[in-house]
């Protein structure tokens, strides 16, 4: 039996902005029965320890059973946990279960999206990683002067299957069988707050002076500063260590650039916090791809359009041409519209999903 050869990598990662990796069950918590605010931070609560204190007492259990029925309403005046343990008078410590840090100002009841762990720490998992960087190897391999190649951009299930498999129908053989990245080690280090996410419509707002934010989620999220180890391993031939690094490096310069141009149409005042964001990183780019020693990434929820797809080669009459006429979408220059920012107190702090991946 042959082996293939390895190529053994291990990497540091420090995340440059918050990291929202949700959970595959999309588990949420409720403000109405699993945590309770306190200042600048979220205390989770211990079910079985309050079920051990009210099982006693009928009356008290019956509306904490009721609560649990209907933690997922969105009624303002509901009868929540918080009213409970007031009313029975029990102590926060007493069923106290952790804290998570709050990076933002959160008014009502609002359930938070909370993110990926393993043994209640949270980590990156590879396959986060590994999406990324096939996005950016597929970026740099499909043909920008063929208008077919364009076209398969748009397509959601098109992911390089007659680029990076001799037979588009196989999965097995498919290259990047040959690329494998490790989760990230367990660290009961890594810290974690909850960020209040809200979407912005770039045309809608084109010529405001003040951006107004629209949709609003709470996501807990790895914090920004973070130190996190893995591992890649390359296997064979079909990657090299440079020139994987230049490819994803390469990608997201050309998507952070998109997303510049986007951001530099509209005139709302807090675009200048996105940009000196996007300008950091793309000096952190040029400085990888000349030490050749790592590269920039973009994981988890709520990357943006550009990030997420093949499309910042294209300009806007090939958006249009491909994405919008024939969905009867917007004008022409007009799409991607939606982008997701960090908020507080209705202002933009910066963006989602940034990491540095550096050979350590």
Do not use: H
């Amino acid at each position: 039996m042959s082996y293939l050869q390895k190529d053994i990598i291990n990497l540091k990662i420090k995340t440059l902005a918050p990291i929202a990796i949700l959970n595959d069950d999309n588990s949420k918590l409720s403000p109405y029965i699993d945590v309770i605010r306190d200042k600048d931070e979220y205390i989770l609560l211990d079910i079985d320890k309050i079920s051990d204190i009210l099982i006693s007492d009928e009356k008290y259990y019956n509306k904490y059973l009721e609560i649990l029925r209907n933690k997922r309403s969105n009624s303002r005046d509901k009868y929540t946990i918080k009213n409970l343990l007031r009313d029975k008078n029990i102590k926060l410590e007493e069923v106290e279960a952790g804290r998570i840090k709050c990076s933002c100002n959160i008014k009502g009841n609002v359930e938070i999206n909370t993110c990926i762990k393993s043994k209640g720490i949270p980590y990156i998992p590879g396959s986060s990683l590994k999406g990324g960087i096939r996005t950016a190897v597929l970026y740099n391999k499909i043909d920008k002067n063929d208008v077919v190649g364009k076209q398969k951009i748009f397509s959601r299930e098109y992911v390089g299957q007659d680029i990076f498999r001799k037979n588009p129908k196989s999965v097995q053989e498919d290259i990047f069988k040959n690329l494998i990245i490790r989760d990230t080690e367990i660290d009961s280090n890594i810290q974690t707050s909850i960020y209040e996410a809200r979407s912005i419509n770039i045309y809608k707002d084109i010529n405001s002076e003040k951006l107004n934010l629209d949709m609003k989620m709470l996501l807990e999220c790895i914090d920004q500063n973070q130190t996190l180890n893995s591992q890649i391993i390359l296997k064979g031939n079909d990657f090299k260590k440079e020139d994987l690094f230049y490819k994803i490096n390469d990608f997201y310069e050309k998507a952070i650039n998109k997303e510049l141009g986007e951001i530099s149409k509209v005139r709302f005042n807090e675009k200048d916090i996105l940009i000196n964001e996007y300008s950091l990183l793309l000096e952190k780019i040029r400085k990888f791809k000349n030490d050749k020693n790592g590269f920039i990434s973009r994981v988890g929820k709520l990357k943006g359009f550009f990030s997420n797809t093949l499309t910042a080669e294209l300009n806007d009459d090939e958006i249009y041409n491909f994405a919008i006429y024939p969905k009867k979408r917007r004008k022409k220059g007009e799409f991607p519209t939606t982008k997701w920012v960090i908020s507080s107190d209705n202002d933009i702090r910066g963006t989602f999903g940034w990491i540095e991946v550096k050979e350590r």
